[in-house]
């Protein structure tokens, strides 16, 4: 990396802890109805305003060494996770897209930004409450089909229909919405009527549609596949560990979208691998192949 790049990073980085720190305040404040704006930050054990001194993103917490300044008690780490855990995403929205900089990277890289932070409240809101907020998913989709046309290398088109960049990537992100969200409802219904329960919430169809526009036909199916996965994997961990059967799936549908939003490539030579590898194990091949 050059000495620029290190300061785009840095930069974004900062920006991006900024940004979470916005986010923990949307992901408490949203499924309770609350405004954003007002009133201000406040301590969850005392009820004690946070002063603005206080509130600089992880430089606050380890001045505090995790503490409130008025009680005494700690600071959930939950919110400096998700403010270094945004910084991080967004150095890399910005690593990928912004090399060298340009008017398209930056409308690339500020939608990649602004998807996996929406994406990250999801996981929160999903984690906490179980349910998947429609102010999100729904305003989304349209989001999505909008940076797809303003950003066409947000993500690859799979349709070549007109050959005009804006307008292909723009029926990609509708096509990636539509087929997502047929896809999910169609298994959800087959999931209640094979478990004659609920397995999969209208929440979760909502959320894929959103995830399609911004990911395109192929993306969204890479992070559909990469969260179930995850969800299996995690899940029997979980079933072993707690016991427990549920597991909010829009944590997962989330950390898929993530990862596809900011390591294509990666994934994708992760699904050939992996391709590879269930190949060989049928063939009887299996490592040694």
Not at 178 to 191: E, F, I, S, Y
Not at 220 to 249: H, M, Q, W
């Amino acid at each position: 990396m050059s000495a620029q790049d290190w300061i785009v990073a840095a930069g974004a980085f900062a920006l991006g802890a900024c940004l979470g720190s916005f986010l923990n305040v949307v992901a408490y404040r949203l499924p309770r109805g609350l405004s954003f704006v007002t009133p201000r930050s406040a301590c969850p054990t005392c009820g004690e305003p946070i002063a603005a001194r206080d509130n600089i993103p992880l430089w606050s917490f380890v001045r505090l060494l995790g503490r409130c300044r008025w009680c005494g008690q700690p600071i959930p780490w939950r919110y400096v996770g998700v403010e270094a855990l945004m910084g991080v995403l967004t150095a890399a929205a910005a690593f990928q897209h912004l090399r060298p900089p340009g008017l398209d990277g930056a409308l690339a890289a500020a939608a990649v930004t602004v998807f996996v932070g929406g994406l990250l409240v999801v996981a929160l809101v999903d984690l906490e409450r179980h349910i998947i907020p429609d102010q999100l998913s729904k305003p989304g989709i349209l989001a999505g089909a909008i940076a797809s046309a303003l950003a066409p290398g947000l993500h690859p088109a799979f349709l070549h229909v007109t050959g005009i960049p804006a307008l292909d990537a723009t029926l990609d992100a509708l096509a990636g919405a539509l087929a997502a969200a047929g896809a999910l409802w169609a298994v959800a219904r087959a999931a209640a009527v094979v478990f004659r329960q609920e397995a999969l919430g209208l929440g979760d169809v909502k959320l894929v549609a959103a995830m399609g526009a911004f990911l395109g036909l192929v993306g969204v199916g890479l992070a559909a596949l990469a969260a179930v996965l995850l969800g299996t994997v995690i899940g029997i961990v979980v079933l072993v560990v707690r016991r427990s059967r549920y597991l909010p799936f829009g944590p997962f549908l989330a950390a898929g979208g993530i990862l596809v939003a900011l390591w294509p490539r990666a994934m994708l030579a992760a699904l050939a691998w992996w391709s590879a590898f269930v190949a060989g194990l049928l063939d009887g091949t299996g490592a040694n192949g």
